[in-house]
């Protein structure tokens, strides 16, 4: 046997998922009570392998009594879940918010209750409190625990973790407690919040240092495959009509798309650049019918009135 606490952790987390990324119909209470004990497990163990990146001491309840040699043996007791994600906030400065503690504390309660005494319970509720845990868990394991590791072993667990985030797709009561949250979290940015093509969820959000949607997660660094793949996606019209031609009047990167559909108005079509993120009110094509120009400004592009003045000798 060879788990490792990542790729452990990892595990454990596929077979949430493989028990949960059912139809309602066929999720099974005793499906329930295996995601609930590998969920609680996942959730240790991946908190703790992110404390021991940091250092293997933070792992251990109380240093003073262990060595590095007795920790290489596994002879040590060590610091609670709860302890933990404080040590990670505190001590590491990854951030684990109110909510996030509380979710798992009371998961934990459940896996007690369930482990050692039995449990009776709705199926609703025990749905909704793993889902909340495990939408914390895929957060962490995502912004702070894979970044944090190296190439080698990044690429070793990434086709793992693109099956479980595929699978927590299909998990209805994931995916509602997902979107409530970042429909809280996101509407600050609900302007430049679209679907994302990837997940057809709406919580990509579109910025100039590089977009990335906050459900699947997804990630864009440039602007221009992000509006290739917008446009293949979700417009009907062919896309050499949204790109080839789409070269933004502001910055002239071929990002721009007619026709964008943000959170803050979804039934209301803008167009809006995906690299400099300006928005038109109203566009329409040059003379020259290769560029847009905005219906305010002057009856041609920059790029035809660059040639005009170089033809009249004036630059």
Same mark, same amino acid.
């Given at each position: 046997?060879?788990?490792?606490?990542?790729?452990?952790?990892?595990?454990?987390?596929?077979?949430?998922?493989?028990?949960?990324?059912?139809?309602?119909?066929?999720?099974?209470?005793?499906?329930?009570?295996? /995601?609930?004990?590998?969920?609680?497990?996942?959730?240790?163990?991946?908190?703790?392998?992110?404390?021991?990146?940091?250092?293997?001491?933070?792992?251990?309840?109380?240093?003073?009594?262990?060595?590095?040699?007795?920790?290489?043996?596994?002879?040590?007791?060590?610091?609670?879940?709860?302890?933990?994600?404080?040590?990670?906030?505190?001590?590491?400065?990854?951030?684990?918010?109110?909510?996030?503690?509380?979710?798992?504390?009371?998961?934990?309660?459940?896996?007690?209750?369930?482990?050692?005494?039995?449990?009776?319970?709705?199926?609703?509720?025990?749905?909704?409190?793993?889902?909340?845990?495990?939408?914390?868990?895929?957060?962490?394991?995502?912004?702070?625990?894979?970044?944090?590791?190296?190439?080698?072993?990044? /690429?070793?667990?990434?086709?793992?973790?693109?099956?479980?985030?595929?699978?927590?797709?299909?998990?209805?009561?994931?995916?509602?407690?997902?979107?409530?949250?970042?429909?809280?979290?996101?509407?600050?940015?609900?302007?430049?919040?679209?679907?994302?093509?990837?997940?057809?969820?709406?919580?990509?959000?579109?910025?100039?240092?590089?977009?990335?949607?906050?459900?699947?997660?997804?990630?864009?660094?440039?602007?221009?495959?992000?509006?290739? /793949?917008?446009?293949?996606?979700?417009?009907?019209?062919?896309?050499?009509?949204?790109?080839?031609?789409?070269?933004?009047?502001?910055?002239?990167?071929?990002?721009?798309?007619?026709?964008?559909?943000? /959170?803050?108005?979804?039934?209301?079509?803008?167009?809006?650049?995906?690299?400099?993120?300006?928005?038109?009110?109203?566009?329409?094509?040059?003379?020259?019918?290769?560029?847009?120009?905005?219906?305010?400004?002057?009856?041609?592009?920059?790029?035809?009135?660059?040639?005009?003045?170089?033809?009249?000798?004036?630059?």
């Amino acid at each position: 046997m060879d788990f490792l606490p990542v790729p452990n952790g990892i595990d454990y987390l596929s077979e949430v998922v493989a028990r949960l990324a059912r139809p309602d119909a066929e999720v099974s209470p005793r499906d329930l009570k295996y /995601a609930v004990l590998h969920l609680q497990a996942a959730t240790e163990v991946l908190v703790k392998a992110r404390l021991q990146i940091e250092h293997w001491s933070l792992v251990v309840k109380d240093v003073s009594r262990c060595t590095k040699e007795k920790y290489d043996r596994g002879e040590f007791e060590s610091a609670t879940v709860a302890e933990s994600m404080r040590r990670l906030d505190d001590m590491v400065g990854v951030p684990i918010g109110k909510g996030d503690r509380e979710a798992v504390e009371e998961l934990a309660k459940l896996r007690n209750r369930l482990q050692h005494w039995g449990l009776q319970e709705t199926v609703a509720l025990v749905e909704k409190r793993a889902a909340s845990v495990l939408d914390f868990l895929m957060r962490f394991v995502d912004e702070h625990l894979l970044p944090a590791l190296g190439d080698e072993q990044l /690429a070793a667990m990434q086709a793992e973790m693109d099956a479980v985030r595929l699978g927590v797709r299909d998990i209805v009561t994931f995916v509602k407690v997902r979107r409530t949250r970042l429909r809280e979290e996101l509407k600050t940015f609900a302007s430049t919040t679209v679907q994302c093509p990837s997940c057809h969820e709406w919580a990509l959000v579109v910025e100039q240092e590089g977009s990335r949607c906050h459900f699947c997660p997804r990630a864009w660094e440039d602007s221009e495959d992000l509006a290739y /793949a917008y446009a293949e996606t979700f417009e009907t019209t062919s896309i050499e009509d949204h790109v080839s031609s789409g070269d933004c009047p502001d910055c002239w990167t071929r990002a721009l798309i007619v026709g964008v559909r943000t /959170a803050a108005s979804p039934g209301e079509p803008i167009d809006m650049c995906f690299n400099c993120t300006a928005v038109f009110t109203s566009l329409r094509l040059c003379s020259c019918l290769e560029y847009f120009v905005p219906q305010a400004e002057e009856d041609i592009c920059r790029r035809c009135w660059d040639r005009h003045l170089e033809l009249s000798g004036m630059v």
